[in-house]
């Protein structure tokens, strides 16, 4: 499709899929050139463009046309999942198995393409994916999206048409590619900006951009796409590659290649993953009534400490420096750029001579930081407090004086209310009762748990006392468990 006036070029870079492919052997210079193409346009822009052969090329645009037929020129959409049969009476598109054959292909190319550019074998992701092919009567984890207008639907979800075509969206998989008739897609870049991501393109083009799952397991080194639809008048093929659902979700293989891991960045199962994400949907409807200004941003980092301090010292960055790429370290990891004469997050060369000073970064940690240590004082004086009142209730007790307004007072000092502001009120090895939320699987409800790690912002890893079971969860779902003798005596209150 040639650009138009209304539809400038693209500013992404082009690469050819047959040039990302692995391949047996020495890489090839197209290959190389290739993948580094394919990260640049990634950090820099948040997406990129993938040429096909002519023979996958026909197949896209046979499902395109398809697609168009299908609806009938009404606004719908239909979500296309390999080995799932059919309900009685339920038509699906034609060419959809041939385009998910096609485009779960182009995908896992990439996919292995930005590993490679990671120091990372090409297949160190495939355990995390379904197997290919896939096995006797058993249904896919990646989708592929077949919609005419710019509906959008969520994985899983009803079709979205409350809402308006330039709504933001961020997928949870590793790589989303969309393929259209007609250019209507804006992807927001690292500054914020919105672009036109698929000017001049056409059905044999396909726009790439990365999801959550894979931000989580390369550690953040690549960044999410966040991107919507502006043209109402299109039929667009979308596919997500999606982790199988047994799937661990790390960032082992980052660590083992040199690379610095930040605290956020912890295992976790698929399934829980796509579940959290799942929740933050709404993040992203808040968002619609206000200033597109706004919504640039609104995809967030869990925890501004994590950001404005260094992954390996866990030092806030009062020594920020900047690199020549533009980005900032400081401390350990700072020493550890200037080792390797490379920036960890871009792996881009770094020059030790043309280090300057983030003054902006510095004076943000330097604020935070005061906060920080404000808000642990106060914690620690809340704990003083709620220790010698446990201390004082437990006098009585231990001499079996005991009585119905003490037990009271033993809960109160349990409660939420005696602990509010307190972000970490357990401890490592200490016993819990798993309380739940409206996140919380019902099967973990009603059920004792001991504590194995601290996370960041109130979370903590516990593990199942019955099923061993390990999950993440908040610490206002957690309550801690009664000794033998209180419960006793809160029994006899009734």
Known sequence: MAASPLHPPSPLARVRLEDVVPHDGAAAPAYAHAVGALDASLALRGAAVLELPAADAAVVRCALESTRAFFRGRPAAYLYRAGRTLEDGELSPACMADAFRCLGKAARAALSAMARHLRLRTDVFNHLLD???????EVSSSELLVAYSHEQIQSGQTLMGCLRSSMPVVDRGFVTLVASDHPGIEVCDPNGHWYLADGGSGPSDLLLLTGRALSHVTAGLRPISQY????????SLTFRLMPHANAILDCSPILAAGHCIRQIYQPVPASQFMDDS?????????????????????????????VLSDPLSGAFLEDAMVLQCGHSFGGLMLKKAIEMARCTICNREVDSTSLFPNFALRAVATVVKMEDDRRLFHNAALRKRRKDVTEHVDVPRRTGSSSRDDVEHVLDAESPAAVKGVQYPFAVGERVLIMGNKRTPEKFVGKEAVITLQCLNGWYLVKALDSGESMRLQYRSLRKTLDPQTQAMVSLRG
């Open 131 to 137: 197997d290919a092919p896939l096995p006797v009567n």
């Open 228 to 235: 919507r639809a502006t043209n109402e008048n299109r039929a």
């Open 278 to 306: 799942c929740a933050e949907v709404h993040v992203v409807s808040s968002h619609l009534e206000k200033p597109l200004e706004s919504q640039g941003n609104f995809v967030s980092d869990p925890s501004l400490r994590s």
